[in-house]
Protein backbone atom coordinates (compact mmCIF):
# COMPACT_ATOMS: atom_id res chain seq x y z
CA UNK A 1 0.00 0.00 0.00
CA UNK A 2 1.03 3.41 -0.93
CA UNK A 3 2.72 5.58 1.80
CA UNK A 4 0.47 8.50 0.16
CA UNK A 5 -2.97 9.31 -0.82
CA UNK A 6 -4.48 11.91 -2.86
CA UNK A 7 -6.64 14.80 -0.55
CA UNK A 8 -8.21 18.06 -1.13
CA UNK A 9 -6.30 20.83 0.48
CA UNK A 10 -7.83 24.01 1.75
CA UNK A 11 -4.66 26.71 1.89
CA UNK A 12 -6.80 29.94 1.01
CA UNK A 13 -9.84 31.66 -0.03
CA UNK A 14 -10.19 29.89 -3.67
CA UNK A 15 -7.58 27.53 -3.34
CA UNK A 16 -8.39 24.19 -2.63
CA UNK A 17 -6.06 21.45 -4.67
CA UNK A 18 -5.70 17.68 -4.92
CA UNK A 19 -2.29 16.84 -3.61
CA UNK A 20 -0.36 13.70 -2.59
CA UNK A 21 -0.35 13.78 1.06
CA UNK A 22 0.69 11.25 4.14
CA UNK A 23 -1.43 8.15 4.63
CA UNK A 24 -2.78 8.35 8.30
CA UNK A 25 -2.95 5.48 10.35
CA UNK A 26 -5.39 4.57 13.34
CA UNK A 27 -3.96 4.94 17.03
CA UNK A 28 -5.48 3.56 20.43
CA UNK A 29 -9.39 3.82 19.61
CA UNK A 30 -9.15 5.13 16.40
CA UNK A 31 -10.77 3.99 13.31
CA UNK A 32 -9.29 4.26 9.26
CA UNK A 33 -12.15 4.91 6.96
CA UNK A 34 -11.26 4.59 2.81
CA UNK A 35 -13.77 6.78 1.33
CA UNK A 36 -16.24 6.24 -0.93
CA UNK A 37 -18.52 9.54 -1.05
CA UNK A 38 -18.03 12.65 0.43
CA UNK A 39 -20.78 15.22 0.08
CA UNK A 40 -20.00 19.22 -0.54
CA UNK A 41 -21.66 20.94 2.24
CA UNK A 42 -22.54 25.00 2.08
CA UNK A 43 -20.04 25.79 4.62
CA UNK A 44 -17.51 23.61 2.41
CA UNK A 45 -18.30 26.28 -0.03
CA UNK A 46 -18.00 29.29 1.89
CA UNK A 47 -14.66 28.73 2.74
CA UNK A 48 -13.79 28.02 -0.82
CA UNK A 49 -15.43 31.32 -1.40
CA UNK A 50 -14.17 33.74 1.66
CA UNK A 51 -12.21 31.36 3.75
CA UNK A 52 -10.54 30.90 6.23
CA UNK A 53 -13.97 31.64 8.32
CA UNK A 54 -13.88 28.91 10.68
CA UNK A 55 -10.81 26.78 9.38
CA UNK A 56 -8.40 27.66 12.41
CA UNK A 57 -5.62 29.87 11.05
CA UNK A 58 -4.05 29.19 14.61
CA UNK A 59 -3.85 25.72 16.24
CA UNK A 60 -7.81 24.88 17.32
CA UNK A 61 -7.89 23.88 21.44
CA UNK A 62 -9.00 21.02 21.03
CA UNK A 63 -7.39 19.12 17.36
CA UNK A 64 -4.91 21.19 17.36
CA UNK A 65 -5.39 21.50 13.76
CA UNK A 66 -4.60 24.88 11.47
CA UNK A 67 -4.14 26.05 8.06
CA UNK A 68 -3.97 23.83 5.78
CA UNK A 69 -6.29 21.45 6.05
CA UNK A 70 -7.88 18.58 4.26
CA UNK A 71 -11.53 19.60 3.84
CA UNK A 72 -14.60 16.94 3.51
CA UNK A 73 -17.38 16.12 6.84
CA UNK A 74 -19.66 14.33 5.39
CA UNK A 75 -18.75 10.96 3.68
CA UNK A 76 -19.12 7.13 4.14
CA UNK A 77 -16.81 4.28 3.19
CA UNK A 78 -15.39 1.04 4.02
CA UNK A 79 -13.11 0.47 7.22
CA UNK A 80 -9.61 -0.10 6.38
CA UNK A 81 -8.01 -0.58 9.71
CA UNK A 82 -8.75 -0.28 13.12
CA UNK A 83 -6.51 0.46 15.78
CA UNK A 84 -5.96 -0.71 19.28
CA UNK A 85 -8.98 -1.40 21.56
CA UNK A 86 -11.44 -0.73 18.61
CA UNK A 87 -14.21 -3.51 19.09
CA UNK A 88 -17.34 -1.79 17.52
CA UNK A 89 -16.42 -2.41 14.10
CA UNK A 90 -13.35 -4.24 11.31
CA UNK A 91 -12.01 -3.86 7.80
CA UNK A 92 -14.16 -4.09 5.44
CA UNK A 93 -17.41 -2.51 7.22
CA UNK A 94 -19.36 -0.19 5.74
CA UNK A 95 -19.47 3.00 7.99
CA UNK A 96 -20.17 7.27 7.92
CA UNK A 97 -18.74 9.08 10.32
CA UNK A 98 -20.69 11.57 12.77
CA UNK A 99 -18.13 13.97 12.19
CA UNK A 100 -18.27 16.46 15.40
CA UNK A 101 -15.30 16.24 18.15
CA UNK A 102 -15.80 17.19 21.25
CA UNK A 103 -13.84 17.56 24.58
CA UNK A 104 -16.09 15.29 27.00
CA UNK A 105 -15.57 17.95 29.87
CA UNK A 106 -16.71 21.48 29.67
CA UNK A 107 -20.47 22.03 30.71
CA UNK A 108 -22.03 21.57 27.38
CA UNK A 109 -21.00 17.77 27.07
CA UNK A 110 -21.29 16.98 31.00
CA UNK A 111 -24.80 18.12 30.40
CA UNK A 112 -25.15 15.91 27.76
CA UNK A 113 -25.22 18.01 24.82
CA UNK A 114 -21.93 17.25 23.43
CA UNK A 115 -22.59 18.57 20.06
CA UNK A 116 -22.72 22.21 21.58
CA UNK A 117 -19.36 21.59 23.12
CA UNK A 118 -17.67 24.71 23.63
CA UNK A 119 -14.58 23.55 21.84
CA UNK A 120 -16.30 21.54 19.06
CA UNK A 121 -14.44 21.03 16.09
CA UNK A 122 -16.28 19.69 12.86
CA UNK A 123 -13.66 17.23 10.54
CA UNK A 124 -12.71 18.06 7.21
CA UNK A 125 -12.65 21.80 8.64
CA UNK A 126 -11.45 21.90 12.55
CA UNK A 127 -9.47 18.68 12.25
CA UNK A 128 -6.31 16.91 11.07
CA UNK A 129 -7.57 15.23 7.79
CA UNK A 130 -11.32 15.08 6.31
CA UNK A 131 -13.70 13.24 4.22
CA UNK A 132 -12.16 14.14 0.58
CA UNK A 133 -9.06 12.35 1.06
CA UNK A 134 -8.67 7.93 0.14
CA UNK A 135 -8.21 7.61 3.83
CA UNK A 136 -9.30 9.44 6.87
CA UNK A 137 -8.66 8.44 10.35
CA UNK A 138 -11.68 9.14 13.36
CA UNK A 139 -12.32 8.42 16.97
CA UNK A 140 -14.39 4.89 17.12
CA UNK A 141 -17.09 6.85 18.90
CA UNK A 142 -17.48 8.88 15.61
CA UNK A 143 -18.00 5.82 13.17
CA UNK A 144 -21.94 4.39 12.36
CA UNK A 145 -22.29 1.24 10.64
CA UNK A 146 -24.11 1.14 7.99
CA UNK A 147 -27.14 -1.62 6.41
CA UNK A 148 -24.45 -3.98 4.31
CA UNK A 149 -27.71 -3.34 1.43
CA UNK A 150 -27.60 0.64 2.02
CA UNK A 151 -25.22 2.17 -0.84
CA UNK A 152 -22.58 4.20 0.33
CA UNK A 153 -23.51 7.26 -1.70
CA UNK A 154 -26.32 7.43 0.64
CA UNK A 155 -24.15 6.80 3.35
CA UNK A 156 -22.41 10.50 2.39
CA UNK A 157 -25.75 11.51 3.26
CA UNK A 158 -26.65 10.76 6.38
CA UNK A 159 -24.37 14.13 8.05
CA UNK A 160 -26.95 16.47 6.16
CA UNK A 161 -29.89 14.64 6.47
CA UNK A 162 -29.21 14.43 10.64
CA UNK A 163 -28.66 17.81 10.74
CA UNK A 164 -32.34 18.09 9.21
CA UNK A 165 -33.65 15.54 11.48
CA UNK A 166 -32.65 16.93 14.89
CA UNK A 167 -33.83 20.77 13.52
CA UNK A 168 -37.05 19.09 12.76
CA UNK A 169 -37.40 17.34 16.58
CA UNK A 170 -36.89 20.74 17.99
CA UNK A 171 -39.10 22.78 15.55
CA UNK A 172 -41.65 20.35 16.28
CA UNK A 173 -41.74 20.58 20.52
CA UNK A 174 -44.94 21.38 21.59
CA UNK A 175 -46.25 21.61 18.50
CA UNK A 176 -49.11 19.79 18.65
CA UNK A 177 -51.00 17.02 16.43
CA UNK A 178 -51.14 17.44 12.48
CA UNK A 179 -49.36 21.09 12.38
CA UNK A 180 -49.14 23.06 9.36
CA UNK A 181 -45.50 23.77 8.82
CA UNK A 182 -43.65 25.96 6.17
CA UNK A 183 -39.91 25.35 5.26
CA UNK A 184 -38.06 28.37 3.46
CA UNK A 185 -35.03 26.59 1.79
CA UNK A 186 -35.35 23.86 -1.07
CA UNK A 187 -30.93 23.09 -0.90
CA UNK A 188 -30.25 19.98 0.96
CA UNK A 189 -31.08 20.70 4.59
CA UNK A 190 -34.52 22.14 3.13
CA UNK A 191 -35.07 18.45 1.44
CA UNK A 192 -33.78 16.43 4.57
CA UNK A 193 -36.04 18.59 6.39
CA UNK A 194 -39.26 17.87 4.33
CA UNK A 195 -37.88 14.14 4.18
CA UNK A 196 -38.06 14.22 8.29
CA UNK A 197 -41.04 15.92 8.39
CA UNK A 198 -42.95 13.15 6.09
CA UNK A 199 -41.53 10.36 7.51
CA UNK A 200 -43.03 11.57 11.25
CA UNK A 201 -46.37 11.80 9.49
CA UNK A 202 -46.36 15.64 9.01
CA UNK A 203 -48.80 16.08 6.35
CA UNK A 204 -49.15 19.75 5.39
CA UNK A 205 -46.44 21.39 4.50
CA UNK A 206 -45.37 23.85 2.41
CA UNK A 207 -41.99 24.25 0.81
CA UNK A 208 -40.21 27.84 -0.34
CA UNK A 209 -37.68 28.01 -2.42
CA UNK A 210 -36.80 30.81 -5.20
CA UNK A 211 -34.82 28.41 -7.57
CA UNK A 212 -36.58 26.95 -10.34
CA UNK A 213 -34.48 23.79 -10.16
CA UNK A 214 -34.76 23.14 -6.73
CA UNK A 215 -38.45 23.81 -6.57
CA UNK A 216 -38.61 21.07 -9.80
CA UNK A 217 -36.37 18.39 -7.48
CA UNK A 218 -38.82 19.45 -4.68
CA UNK A 219 -41.86 18.98 -6.48
CA UNK A 220 -40.70 15.66 -8.09
CA UNK A 221 -40.35 13.91 -4.68
CA UNK A 222 -43.51 14.52 -3.81
CA UNK A 223 -43.34 18.23 -2.03
CA UNK A 224 -46.46 19.92 -2.42
CA UNK A 225 -46.61 23.04 -2.34
CA UNK A 226 -43.68 24.31 -3.18
CA UNK A 227 -43.74 28.23 -3.47
CA UNK A 228 -41.36 30.45 -5.49
CA UNK A 229 -41.50 33.58 -3.19
CA UNK A 230 -40.54 35.90 -6.63
CA UNK A 231 -44.08 35.06 -7.24
CA UNK A 232 -46.24 34.40 -4.57
CA UNK A 233 -46.94 36.52 -1.15
CA UNK A 234 -46.02 33.56 1.55
CA UNK A 235 -47.02 35.03 4.61
CA UNK A 236 -50.67 36.29 2.80
CA UNK A 237 -51.21 33.12 1.23
CA UNK A 238 -50.15 30.75 4.67
CA UNK A 239 -52.37 32.92 6.19
CA UNK A 240 -55.73 33.08 4.32
CA UNK A 241 -55.22 28.99 3.47
CA UNK A 242 -55.42 28.51 7.57
CA UNK A 243 -58.03 31.49 7.89
CA UNK A 244 -56.16 33.88 9.63
CA UNK A 245 -54.87 31.09 12.04
CA UNK A 246 -50.97 31.46 10.62
CA UNK A 247 -48.58 28.37 10.48
CA UNK A 248 -47.73 26.60 13.45
CA UNK A 249 -44.21 26.30 12.77
CA UNK A 250 -41.81 27.64 10.05
CA UNK A 251 -38.13 26.02 9.78
CA UNK A 252 -35.95 28.87 8.00
CA UNK A 253 -33.64 26.20 6.32
CA UNK A 254 -32.26 29.20 4.01
CA UNK A 255 -30.09 31.21 6.68
CA UNK A 256 -31.55 33.75 4.84
CA UNK A 257 -31.87 37.65 6.66
CA UNK A 258 -35.26 38.52 5.11
CA UNK A 259 -36.86 34.73 6.03
CA UNK A 260 -36.86 35.77 9.78
CA UNK A 261 -39.25 38.38 8.40
CA UNK A 262 -41.19 36.31 6.32
CA UNK A 263 -41.77 33.85 8.76
CA UNK A 264 -42.57 35.81 11.44
CA UNK A 265 -45.48 37.06 9.15
CA UNK A 266 -46.19 33.28 7.89
CA UNK A 267 -46.82 32.33 12.15
CA UNK A 268 -50.40 32.26 13.97
CA UNK A 269 -49.80 32.84 18.14
CA UNK A 270 -47.53 31.14 20.27
CA UNK A 271 -46.38 29.69 16.87
CA UNK A 272 -42.65 28.22 16.61
CA UNK A 273 -39.73 29.79 14.12
CA UNK A 274 -36.98 27.58 14.19
CA UNK A 275 -33.25 28.42 12.54
CA UNK A 276 -31.42 26.05 11.09
CA UNK A 277 -29.65 27.87 8.05
CA UNK A 278 -26.48 29.93 9.15
CA UNK A 279 -26.65 33.31 8.37
CA UNK A 280 -24.26 35.47 6.44
CA UNK A 281 -25.04 38.79 8.63
CA UNK A 282 -27.07 39.59 11.58
CA UNK A 283 -30.66 38.84 11.16
CA UNK A 284 -32.62 41.60 11.72
CA UNK A 285 -35.82 40.94 14.20
CA UNK A 286 -39.58 42.22 13.89
CA UNK A 287 -40.22 42.93 17.78
CA UNK A 288 -44.05 43.05 17.35
CA UNK A 289 -45.44 39.42 16.10
CA UNK A 290 -42.39 38.05 18.20
CA UNK A 291 -43.95 40.00 21.47
CA UNK A 292 -47.39 40.31 20.40
CA UNK A 293 -48.01 37.03 19.33
CA UNK A 294 -45.76 35.18 22.21
CA UNK A 295 -43.66 33.99 18.92
CA UNK A 296 -41.10 31.04 20.01
CA UNK A 297 -37.45 31.84 17.91
CA UNK A 298 -35.06 29.04 18.50
CA UNK A 299 -31.49 27.44 16.68
CA UNK A 300 -31.23 24.01 16.14
CA UNK A 301 -27.06 22.99 15.82
CA UNK A 302 -25.72 19.81 14.13
CA UNK A 303 -27.25 16.82 15.63
CA UNK A 304 -26.45 13.82 18.29
CA UNK A 305 -25.68 10.10 17.30
CA UNK A 306 -29.11 9.72 17.97
CA UNK A 307 -30.08 11.64 14.82
CA UNK A 308 -27.74 9.81 13.26
CA UNK A 309 -29.42 6.32 14.07
CA UNK A 310 -32.53 7.14 13.22
CA UNK A 311 -31.61 8.59 9.61
CA UNK A 312 -30.03 5.55 8.83
CA UNK A 313 -32.33 3.71 10.24
CA UNK A 314 -35.31 5.55 8.23
CA UNK A 315 -32.84 5.39 4.76
CA UNK A 316 -33.12 1.53 5.12
CA UNK A 317 -36.70 1.40 4.67
CA UNK A 318 -36.56 3.65 1.40
CA UNK A 319 -37.43 6.94 4.00
CA UNK A 320 -35.59 9.21 1.53
CA UNK A 321 -34.75 9.05 -2.09
CA UNK A 322 -31.80 10.29 -3.46
CA UNK A 323 -32.80 10.90 -7.39
CA UNK A 324 -32.68 14.12 -9.28
CA UNK A 325 -31.64 16.26 -6.39
CA UNK A 326 -27.83 14.57 -5.90
CA UNK A 327 -25.30 15.23 -8.05
CA UNK A 328 -22.14 12.87 -8.16
CA UNK A 329 -18.78 14.19 -9.41
CA UNK A 330 -15.47 12.41 -9.81
CA UNK A 331 -12.53 13.57 -7.38
CA UNK A 332 -10.67 15.45 -10.07
CA UNK A 333 -13.30 17.46 -11.16
CA UNK A 334 -14.30 19.26 -6.84
CA UNK A 335 -14.21 22.65 -8.29
CA UNK A 336 -15.44 23.12 -11.86
CA UNK A 337 -18.11 20.68 -11.40
CA UNK A 338 -19.08 21.16 -7.69
CA UNK A 339 -18.05 23.98 -6.27
CA UNK A 340 -18.34 26.48 -8.97
CA UNK A 341 -21.92 24.54 -9.92
CA UNK A 342 -23.03 25.44 -6.07
CA UNK A 343 -21.90 29.03 -6.63
CA UNK A 344 -24.23 29.50 -9.30
CA UNK A 345 -27.16 27.74 -7.78
CA UNK A 346 -27.51 24.99 -10.54
CA UNK A 347 -26.95 22.24 -8.86
CA UNK A 348 -29.00 21.31 -5.00
CA UNK A 349 -26.22 18.20 -3.60
CA UNK A 350 -23.04 17.29 -5.27
CA UNK A 351 -21.45 13.60 -4.13
CA UNK A 352 -17.95 13.57 -4.62
CA UNK A 353 -16.72 9.81 -5.38
CA UNK A 354 -13.05 9.91 -3.73
CA UNK A 355 -12.16 6.52 -3.32
CA UNK A 356 -10.77 3.81 -5.45
CA UNK A 357 -11.03 -0.21 -5.25
CA UNK A 358 -9.98 0.64 -1.31
CA UNK A 359 -13.08 2.11 -0.51
CA UNK A 360 -15.27 -0.93 -2.31
CA UNK A 361 -18.75 0.68 -3.52
Not at 3 to 16: I, K, P, Q, S
Not at 168 to 191: C, H, M, S, W, Y
Request: with cysteine; hydrophobic share 45%.
Amino acid sequence: MSATMRAAVFHARGDVRIEQVARPEPGPGEVAVAVAFNGLCGSDLHEFQAGPLVIPTAPHPLTGAQLPVILGHEFAGRVSAIGPGVTGVEPGDAVCVEPLHRCGVCSSCRRGLAHLCQQRAFHGLQSNGGGLSEVTVVPDRLVHRLPADLPLAMGALVEPMAVAHHAVARALEGAGPDPTVVVFGGGPIGVGVWFALRARGVRRVSVVEPSAERRGHLAALGADPVLDPARVDVPALIQEETSGAGADVVIDAAGVAAVVSAGLASLGPRGHLLSVGVYGGEARMIPNPLVGHEIRWSGSMAYTAEDFAAVIDQMATGAYDPHGWVTTIPFDALVEDGFEPMAAGTVSKVLVEVGGEEAGR
